[in-house]
Nanobody, 124 residues
Framework: QVQLVESGGGLVQAGGSLRLSCAAS????????MGWFRQAPGKEREFVAT????????SYSDSVRGRFTISRNNARNTVYLQMNSLKPEDTAVYYC?????????????????WGQGTQVTVSS
C-alpha cells in the first residue's frame, strides 16, 4: 500500500520560511518522479514544483520560482519543499504526489499517488 505523508506545514508571517517534507512508503521511491501541488480556498489545485528520480532535474511554477526549492533524499524516501520569502498568496493546502514514469511533469493527472496534504498559512 502506497502512502505519502506530508508534514511541516503551519502558520508563518509574510517573508518567513517553511520546509515541507513528504515521506513515502510502499513504493520503490527512486523509480518515481515527485511533485508538489497546492490548493488555495476556492481555487483549483495547481502545480508548484517537480523533481526527477535522481534529483538532478527540477521544474517550478512561475509563481514560486526563485523562492521555493524542491529536493529529495532517496535513502530516506523523502521529498522536500523549502519555501522562502513566503507571501499571503502562498496560503494553501500543499500536496505531494508520485509519478511512476519518472519524468517530470506539471500535469496533475499524470501523477499516480497523492498525499493527504498539509496546510500552509501565511499571514500579512
Amino acid at each position: 500500500q502506497v502512502q505519502l505523508v506530508e508534514s511541516g506545514g503551519g502558520l508563518v508571517q509574510a517573508g518567513g520560511s517553511l520546509r515541507l517534507s513528504c515521506a513515502a512508503s510502499g513504493l520503490t521511491f527512486n523509480w518515481y518522479a515527485m511533485g508538489w501541488f497546492r490548493q488555495a480556498p476556492g481555487k483549483e489545485r495547481e502545480f508548484v514544483a517537480t523533481i526527477n528520480r535522481s534529483g538532478g532535474l527540477t521544474s517550478y511554477s512561475d509563481s514560486v520560482r526563485g523562492r521555493f526549492t524542491i529536493s529529495r533524499n532517496n535513502a530516506r524516501n523523502t521529498v522536500y519543499l523549502q519555501m522562502n520569502s513566503l507571501k499571503p498568496e502562498d496560503t494553501a493546502v500543499y500536496y505531494c504526489a508520485a509519478r511512476s514514469a519518472g519524468m517530470i511533469t506539471d500535469v496533475e493527472a499524470q501523477y499516480n499517488y497523492w498525499g493527504q496534504g498539509t496546510q500552509v498559512t501565511v499571514s500579512s
